[in-house]
């Protein structure tokens, strides 16, 4: 059977294929935008790229099209596919149907650390020796992909809350039925199919209705955004977790930081207090890896043996993923494209810094690419996501709606806003000196930013 996939690139439908290809499949897809890492992952999986949406693709006739969410009325590969009465589904559909029946489905979701934390926990049940199935939203570094079927029963599965389809509106976690499920946190986003924060809370509701009496819901204590979630209605058992740094609320899960960045934290539950050292920094992954524990737990695995495994976790590509030191100057590619996310990465990595004595500057690159980004939703937060770095250079994109004057007459850190991919490259190579730290933050590819500055750096 062929199946080809419109927006193939994307994380998630690049997983997809990947599952298809391993069930046996014949597959191929296209998209606009064809980049690496994932590009390059579905190459090395013996999958068929096209550039663009050309209708020209479908000549061998695909037993089904698979139509990724990027996809709209007006992309010519939908309209012949709907001219020529073609078969199709969306993406979550089809892995419903195709891979997830009878699974027990461990769904992380959430507005931020969903890839990190399900790269946490498939790793913990792989390590424990589970031999789970995983699709991820990102290449995760302790696996050779970021999806496989692996053995029944267990399949854990980045929820994305963004739509399915431009035919069905429905969350993408609707479709996957997750025994186990956690909502590590709930912030405004996706301000291109969402209207405020409450129609985001209807889609989580959809989902703890799906959770059966036998699952788990599992959520940061204190968060008010689930708390609201929660009340509208729960029929499953909840569990919560709590950095005690933050505050001194009850929970299931407690967690202290031992390292101020992160380095090494202390795991309690019940009566047991585990410690753990590993390579991420900052208090946002502190918490996803006791989420991750947390669902672990309830698929049988001790927190002992979760916390060795954390302990040999590598992290994911692009979440501050060190690309290189080049005559000094150290280079980051992160994917962080939401004020919480910024400042989260900025404060893990000036933690860390502070106890360098010879560290330079941390500058800060940003190419403000999602949707919710462009239209200027976050506007106010912007600002003070940023004071973490000594040094801002702001990507301006042309469809961008933010007022960048007014965030850098706000922001702490010196702020300067370029044009072109070419003036910010000349004007970081001309700036940066010797023990600088530079992180990129882009959710896209940037242009071939990222190596065409490591590259500037070394020439």
């Not at 999986?45 to 037993?63: N, R, V």
């Not at 020529?84 to 009878?102: D, I, K, M, N, T």
């Not at 101020?260 to 795991?267: K, Q, T």
Request: charged residues 20%.
């Amino acid at each position: 059977m062929h199946i080809h996939i419109l927006g193939i690139c994307g994380t998630f439908m690049g997983s997809l294929a990947i599952l298809a290809k391993q069930l046996g499949y014949q597959v191929s897809g296209s998209d606009q935008h064809v980049y690496p890492p994932m590009s390059t992952q579905l190459q090395e999986q013996g999958i068929s790229l096209c550039e663009g949406y050309d209708p020209a693709h479908f000549q061998d006739k695909p037993d089904m099209i698979v139509i990724g969410n990027t996809c709209s009325r007006g992309n010519p590969a939908v309209e012949y596919v709907l001219n020529e009465g073609l078969p199709y589904c969306s993406g979550p559909q089809w892995l419903a149907e195709h891979v997830l029946q009878g699974r027990w489905v461990l769904a992380v979701a959430g507005t931020h650390g969903k890839t990190t934390t399900t790269s946490m926990l498939s790793w913990i049940l792989d390590y424990a020796g589970l031999q789970p199935g995983f699709l991820i939203g990102g290449v995760p570094k302790n696996f050779d992909a970021s999806a496989r079927l692996g053995e029944q029963p267990f399949f854990v599965i980045e929820a994305d809350e963004y739509d399915s389809a431009f035919f069905d509106k429905r969350s993408k976690f609707i479709h996957y039925r997750p025994r186990t499920v956690i909502m590590g946190n709930l912030e405004f986003d996706h301000a291109d199919i969402f209207a405020d924060l409450a129609a985001i809370q209807t889609q989580f509701h959809h989902l703890v209705k799906i959770i059966p009496e036998n699952g788990l819901a599992i959520s940061p204590a204190g968060n008010q955004a689930l708390e609201e979630v929660f009340d509208k209605g729960s029929w499953s058992p909840r569990q919560t977790f709590s950095l005690q740094a933050d505050n001194q609320l009850a929970a299931d899960w407690q967690v202290s930081l031992l390292q101020e960045d992160g380095s090494s934290f202390e795991v309690k539950a019940a009566d047991e207090k585990v410690v753990v050292n590993w390579s991420l920094l900052g208090s946002h992954n502190v918490q996803n890896a006791v989420a991750a524990i947390a669902a672990a737990a309830h698929a049988g695995v001790s927190i002992q043996q979760s916390c060795k495994a954390l302990s040999e976790f590598e992290g994911v590509k692009r979440r501050l993923e060190v690309l290189g030191t080049f005559k000094g100057v150290s280079v980051y590619d992160d994917f962080a494209h939401h004020p919480t996310a910024i400042k989260t990465t900025l404060d893990g990595k000036r933690a860390a810094l502070s106890a360098d004595t010879n560290a330079g500057r941390l500058i800060a690159v940003i190419e403000a690419r999602s949707n919710t980004m462009k239209m200027g939703y976050h506007q106010n937060t912007l600002a003070d996501s940023l004071n973490a770095a000594d040094k801002v250079y702001w990507y301006k994109n042309a469809d961008t709606k933010l007022d960048l004057d007014a965030i850098a007459s706000a922001s702490i850190p010196e702020f300067t806003v370029l044009e072109s991919v070419d003036s910010l490259i000349e004007t970081l190579v001309t700036d940066s000196q010797s023990g600088d730290h530079i992180v990129i933050m882009s959710n896209g590819g940037f242009e071939g930013f990222h190596q065409k500055l490591c590259t500037a750096l070394q020439g």
